[in-house]
Protein backbone atom coordinates (compact mmCIF):
# COMPACT_ATOMS: atom_id res chain seq x y z
CA UNK A 1 0.00 0.00 0.00
CA UNK A 2 2.80 2.43 1.05
CA UNK A 3 4.91 1.66 -2.55
CA UNK A 4 1.41 2.34 -4.54
CA UNK A 5 1.05 5.38 -2.53
CA UNK A 6 4.75 6.67 -3.40
CA UNK A 7 4.61 5.21 -6.53
CA UNK A 8 1.39 7.54 -7.00
CA UNK A 9 3.04 10.33 -5.84
CA UNK A 10 6.10 9.95 -8.13
CA UNK A 11 4.35 9.89 -11.39
CA UNK A 12 2.18 12.51 -10.29
CA UNK A 13 5.15 15.01 -9.52
CA UNK A 14 6.75 13.46 -13.09
CA UNK A 15 3.68 14.52 -14.94
CA UNK A 16 3.38 18.32 -12.92
CA UNK A 17 6.70 18.76 -13.77
CA UNK A 18 6.57 17.86 -17.64
CA UNK A 19 3.09 20.03 -17.44
CA UNK A 20 5.47 22.95 -15.98
CA UNK A 21 8.06 22.29 -18.14
CA UNK A 22 5.84 22.41 -21.84
CA UNK A 23 3.93 25.55 -20.26
CA UNK A 24 6.89 27.47 -19.60
CA UNK A 25 7.59 26.79 -23.49
CA UNK A 26 4.77 28.17 -24.54
CA UNK A 27 5.22 31.11 -22.67
CA UNK A 28 8.49 31.73 -24.43
CA UNK A 29 7.59 31.40 -27.68
CA UNK A 30 4.63 33.79 -27.25
CA UNK A 31 6.56 36.06 -25.61
CA UNK A 32 9.19 36.27 -27.83
CA UNK A 33 7.23 36.77 -30.88
CA UNK A 34 8.22 40.17 -31.86
CA UNK A 35 5.45 43.30 -31.25
CA UNK A 36 3.41 44.07 -34.62
CA UNK A 37 1.62 47.23 -33.00
CA UNK A 38 0.00 48.60 -36.03
CA UNK A 39 -1.60 45.29 -36.83
CA UNK A 40 -2.45 44.18 -33.57
CA UNK A 41 -4.49 47.59 -33.38
CA UNK A 42 -6.37 47.50 -36.64
CA UNK A 43 -6.84 44.09 -36.25
CA UNK A 44 -8.65 44.99 -32.70
CA UNK A 45 -10.31 47.31 -34.22
CA UNK A 46 -12.20 44.70 -36.86
CA UNK A 47 -13.15 43.05 -33.55
CA UNK A 48 -14.71 46.03 -32.01
CA UNK A 49 -16.60 46.58 -35.70
CA UNK A 50 -17.70 43.11 -35.67
CA UNK A 51 -19.29 43.44 -32.23
CA UNK A 52 -21.04 46.86 -33.30
CA UNK A 53 -22.64 45.06 -36.07
CA UNK A 54 -23.28 42.39 -34.19
CA UNK A 55 -25.04 44.10 -30.93
CA UNK A 56 -22.33 42.83 -28.29
CA UNK A 57 -19.99 45.89 -28.32
CA UNK A 58 -21.01 46.89 -24.84
CA UNK A 59 -17.54 46.28 -22.93
CA UNK A 60 -17.02 49.62 -22.21
CA UNK A 61 -20.72 49.72 -20.43
CA UNK A 62 -19.88 46.95 -18.47
CA UNK A 63 -16.68 48.30 -17.13
CA UNK A 64 -18.17 51.81 -16.21
CA UNK A 65 -20.81 50.40 -14.01
CA UNK A 66 -18.28 48.95 -11.62
CA UNK A 67 -15.91 51.54 -11.81
CA UNK A 68 -17.88 53.88 -9.23
CA UNK A 69 -16.83 51.49 -6.95
CA UNK A 70 -13.29 51.54 -6.46
CA UNK A 71 -13.72 47.90 -4.06
CA UNK A 72 -14.71 46.07 -6.83
CA UNK A 73 -12.51 47.00 -9.09
CA UNK A 74 -9.79 46.20 -6.61
CA UNK A 75 -11.53 42.62 -6.48
CA UNK A 76 -11.63 42.37 -10.49
CA UNK A 77 -7.54 43.37 -10.62
CA UNK A 78 -6.99 41.02 -7.84
CA UNK A 79 -9.26 38.16 -9.98
CA UNK A 80 -8.01 38.84 -13.20
CA UNK A 81 -3.89 39.13 -11.94
CA UNK A 82 -4.07 35.79 -9.73
CA UNK A 83 -7.34 34.22 -11.10
CA UNK A 84 -5.33 32.51 -13.70
CA UNK A 85 -1.89 30.69 -12.73
CA UNK A 86 -2.78 29.72 -9.05
CA UNK A 87 -6.32 28.42 -9.99
CA UNK A 88 -4.23 26.20 -12.85
CA UNK A 89 -1.70 24.98 -10.19
CA UNK A 90 -4.26 24.36 -7.66
CA UNK A 91 -6.24 22.44 -9.89
CA UNK A 92 -3.59 20.62 -11.72
CA UNK A 93 -1.71 19.58 -8.55
CA UNK A 94 -5.09 18.12 -6.85
CA UNK A 95 -6.03 16.15 -10.45
CA UNK A 96 -2.60 15.04 -10.88
CA UNK A 97 -2.49 13.48 -7.11
CA UNK A 98 -6.38 12.26 -6.99
CA UNK A 99 -7.33 11.84 -10.44
CA UNK A 100 -4.38 11.44 -12.96
CA UNK A 101 -6.31 10.03 -16.23
CA UNK A 102 -8.21 13.39 -16.04
CA UNK A 103 -5.38 15.49 -15.29
CA UNK A 104 -3.87 14.25 -18.24
CA UNK A 105 -7.19 14.27 -20.98
CA UNK A 106 -7.43 18.04 -19.50
CA UNK A 107 -3.74 19.06 -20.39
CA UNK A 108 -3.87 17.51 -23.70
CA UNK A 109 -6.56 19.83 -24.58
CA UNK A 110 -5.00 22.53 -22.87
CA UNK A 111 -1.46 21.62 -24.71
CA UNK A 112 -3.69 21.47 -28.12
CA UNK A 113 -5.35 25.00 -27.81
CA UNK A 114 -2.49 26.67 -26.80
CA UNK A 115 -0.72 25.31 -30.43
CA UNK A 116 -4.20 27.20 -31.83
CA UNK A 117 -3.15 30.33 -29.75
CA UNK A 118 0.18 30.30 -30.74
CA UNK A 119 -0.72 30.47 -34.66
CA UNK A 120 -3.43 33.21 -34.01
CA UNK A 121 -1.00 35.02 -31.37
CA UNK A 122 1.67 35.20 -34.26
CA UNK A 123 -0.41 35.54 -37.67
CA UNK A 124 -3.39 37.80 -36.05
CA UNK A 125 -2.13 39.77 -33.26
CA UNK A 126 -4.54 41.69 -32.11
CA UNK A 127 -4.87 44.41 -29.18
CA UNK A 128 -6.43 44.52 -25.66
CA UNK A 129 -9.14 46.99 -25.76
CA UNK A 130 -7.20 49.07 -22.89
CA UNK A 131 -4.29 49.95 -25.74
CA UNK A 132 -6.70 51.57 -28.17
CA UNK A 133 -7.00 54.80 -26.18
CA UNK A 134 -3.16 55.29 -26.80
CA UNK A 135 -3.12 54.70 -30.39
CA UNK A 136 -6.38 57.39 -31.33
CA UNK A 137 -8.90 55.11 -30.77
CA UNK A 138 -10.78 56.03 -27.34
CA UNK A 139 -13.64 53.99 -26.26
CA UNK A 140 -13.43 55.14 -22.63
CA UNK A 141 -11.34 51.82 -21.73
CA UNK A 142 -9.97 52.34 -18.65
CA UNK A 143 -6.51 50.16 -17.91
CA UNK A 144 -7.41 49.56 -14.25
CA UNK A 145 -4.27 46.81 -13.87
CA UNK A 146 -0.94 47.38 -15.65
CA UNK A 147 1.63 49.80 -14.56
CA UNK A 148 0.90 49.23 -10.63
CA UNK A 149 2.70 46.84 -8.21
CA UNK A 150 0.23 44.34 -9.30
CA UNK A 151 1.15 43.72 -12.73
CA UNK A 152 3.19 40.87 -11.49
CA UNK A 153 4.12 39.13 -15.34
CA UNK A 154 7.30 39.75 -16.83
CA UNK A 155 7.26 41.25 -19.90
CA UNK A 156 9.48 38.71 -21.77
CA UNK A 157 6.75 35.50 -21.12
CA UNK A 158 4.01 36.90 -22.89
CA UNK A 159 3.29 39.37 -25.91
CA UNK A 160 0.87 42.05 -24.76
CA UNK A 161 -0.28 43.00 -28.32
CA UNK A 162 -1.61 39.20 -28.53
CA UNK A 163 -5.45 39.59 -26.42
CA UNK A 164 -7.24 36.95 -28.68
CA UNK A 165 -8.40 34.33 -28.02
CA UNK A 166 -8.62 34.90 -24.12
CA UNK A 167 -7.00 32.13 -22.76
CA UNK A 168 -6.76 33.96 -19.62
CA UNK A 169 -10.56 32.90 -19.20
CA UNK A 170 -10.96 29.96 -21.20
CA UNK A 171 -8.15 27.80 -19.42
CA UNK A 172 -9.63 28.65 -15.86
CA UNK A 173 -13.16 27.48 -17.45
CA UNK A 174 -11.26 24.73 -18.70
CA UNK A 175 -9.86 23.62 -15.33
CA UNK A 176 -13.54 24.48 -13.62
CA UNK A 177 -14.99 21.63 -15.85
CA UNK A 178 -12.82 19.35 -14.91
CA UNK A 179 -13.60 19.99 -11.16
CA UNK A 180 -16.97 19.14 -12.67
CA UNK A 181 -15.84 16.02 -14.25
CA UNK A 182 -13.81 14.80 -11.45
CA UNK A 183 -15.86 15.19 -8.01
CA UNK A 184 -19.39 15.54 -7.51
CA UNK A 185 -19.13 17.56 -4.35
CA UNK A 186 -21.19 20.17 -5.21
CA UNK A 187 -19.18 22.30 -2.70
CA UNK A 188 -15.59 21.90 -5.11
CA UNK A 189 -17.92 22.50 -8.13
CA UNK A 190 -19.83 25.48 -6.89
CA UNK A 191 -16.04 26.83 -6.22
CA UNK A 192 -14.85 26.36 -9.38
CA UNK A 193 -17.96 27.73 -11.31
CA UNK A 194 -17.07 31.08 -9.23
CA UNK A 195 -14.44 31.17 -10.22
CA UNK A 196 -14.48 30.48 -13.81
CA UNK A 197 -17.58 33.22 -13.51
CA UNK A 198 -15.36 35.68 -11.93
CA UNK A 199 -12.26 35.87 -14.00
CA UNK A 200 -14.04 36.10 -17.04
CA UNK A 201 -15.98 39.15 -15.63
CA UNK A 202 -12.54 40.67 -14.56
CA UNK A 203 -11.28 40.66 -17.74
CA UNK A 204 -13.94 42.45 -19.11
CA UNK A 205 -13.92 45.06 -16.47
CA UNK A 206 -9.91 45.85 -16.46
CA UNK A 207 -10.17 46.01 -20.22
CA UNK A 208 -8.49 43.35 -21.63
CA UNK A 209 -10.53 41.35 -23.24
CA UNK A 210 -13.55 42.32 -25.56
CA UNK A 211 -16.45 39.34 -25.23
CA UNK A 212 -15.45 38.26 -29.03
CA UNK A 213 -12.20 37.24 -27.51
CA UNK A 214 -13.70 35.04 -24.61
CA UNK A 215 -16.01 33.41 -27.41
CA UNK A 216 -12.92 32.56 -29.44
CA UNK A 217 -11.03 31.20 -26.59
CA UNK A 218 -14.18 28.96 -25.32
CA UNK A 219 -14.76 27.94 -29.16
CA UNK A 220 -10.91 26.82 -29.40
CA UNK A 221 -11.08 24.92 -26.02
CA UNK A 222 -14.19 23.10 -27.33
CA UNK A 223 -12.28 22.40 -30.40
CA UNK A 224 -9.46 21.02 -28.53
CA UNK A 225 -11.36 18.92 -26.45
CA UNK A 226 -12.78 17.44 -28.95
CA UNK A 227 -9.02 16.70 -31.02
CA UNK A 228 -8.04 14.96 -27.46
CA UNK A 229 -10.30 12.41 -27.82
CA UNK A 230 -8.13 11.82 -30.63
CA UNK A 231 -4.94 11.41 -29.49
CA UNK A 232 -4.48 8.70 -27.48
CA UNK A 233 -6.45 6.39 -24.78
CA UNK A 234 -4.04 7.65 -22.45
CA UNK A 235 -4.69 10.90 -22.60
CA UNK A 236 -8.30 10.01 -22.21
CA UNK A 237 -10.04 9.71 -18.91
CA UNK A 238 -12.33 7.14 -17.20
CA UNK A 239 -15.19 8.49 -17.23
CA UNK A 240 -14.83 8.37 -21.20
CA UNK A 241 -13.90 5.28 -21.82
CA UNK A 242 -16.49 3.62 -20.08
CA UNK A 243 -14.66 1.95 -16.38
CA UNK A 244 -15.04 -1.36 -17.78
CA UNK A 245 -15.49 -2.83 -21.18
CA UNK A 246 -18.83 -4.87 -22.11
CA UNK A 247 -16.94 -8.24 -23.11
CA UNK A 248 -19.52 -11.22 -24.15
CA UNK A 249 -19.29 -14.30 -22.30
CA UNK A 250 -18.40 -17.26 -24.35
CA UNK A 251 -21.64 -20.19 -24.91
CA UNK A 252 -21.39 -23.34 -22.79
CA UNK A 253 -19.55 -26.09 -24.62
CA UNK A 254 -21.96 -28.31 -26.36
CA UNK A 255 -20.80 -31.25 -24.06
CA UNK A 256 -21.48 -29.38 -20.86
CA UNK A 257 -25.25 -28.54 -22.09
CA UNK A 258 -25.77 -32.33 -23.24
CA UNK A 259 -24.64 -33.75 -19.75
CA UNK A 260 -26.58 -31.27 -17.68
CA UNK A 261 -29.62 -32.75 -19.77
Known sequence: MARTAARTRRTACIE???T??????????????????????DRMQQVVRLEQRLGIFHEQDFQDAFLRWPFVIDVANFCYVWGL???LIAIGGWLAFFHLDEFRFIRTVLLISAVFGLVGYWLFPAAPPRFLAGH??????????????????PKWFLNEYAALPSFHFAWVALAASAVWR??????ARTIAAIIAVAVGWSVVVTANHLFFDMIVG???????????LWVTPLTTPAWWRGHRPH???????????????
Open 218 to 228: ALLIALSWVLA
Open 136 to 153: GFDYGFIDTVHGSNKDMQ
Open 85 to 87: FPV
Open 247 to 261: VPRPHPHPMRLRHRG
Open 16 to 18: LGL
Open 182 to 187: ATANRL
Open 20 to 41: AVLLGLYFLARGSHPDDIPASI
